[in-house]
């Protein structure tokens, strides 16, 4: 049997899902420590209320949960977005496509 790869559109549409999300979680990691750390100068937080804080918070995680559902196999379609975590998975569970293309170098 040989091997499956995707083809050089497929492979650019996968390194396009995986630049947005490397470069979104660094966003939101540096937003995250900003926040935690000057959430009381900022006026966000106090002792007693944390309800700001939290919907910021939420707001920074939805667009993680979000990228990482949208990513789907473009050789069969089926969702591997979990299976991915920051970059995406060598190889398709459900159909064994290589998620690389031939002639990728990377």
């Known amino acids: 049997m040989s091997a499956r790869y995707l083809s050089s559109e497929q492979d650019a549409k996968l390194r396009r899902w995986e630049r947005w999300n490397r470069n ?7 937003a995250l420590i ?3 750390v000057f959430s009381s100068q ?4 106090s002792g007693d209320d944390w309800g700001g804080l939290g ?3 939420v707001l920074l995680v939805i667009p993680i949960i979000v990228l990482q559902l ?13 299976q991915a975590k920051l ?5 398709c569970k ?13």
């Not at 949208?70 to 979990?82: D, H, N, S």
């Not at 970059?87 to 190889?91: E, K, L, N, R």
């Not at 459900?94 to 990377?106: D, E, I, Q």
């Open 24 to 30: 979104y979680f660094v966003f939101a990691f540096f």
């Open 34 to 36: 900003l926040v935690l």
């Open 42 to 45: 900022l006026g966000i937080s």
């Open 55 to 57: 919907v910021l918070l």
């Open 70 to 82: 949208r990513l789907a196999c473009p050789a069969c379609g089926t969702k591997i977005g979990w």
């Open 87 to 91: 970059m995406a998975p060598d190889q």
């Open 94 to 106: 459900s159909c064994g496509v290589f998620l690389r293309s031939k002639n990728s170098s990377s």
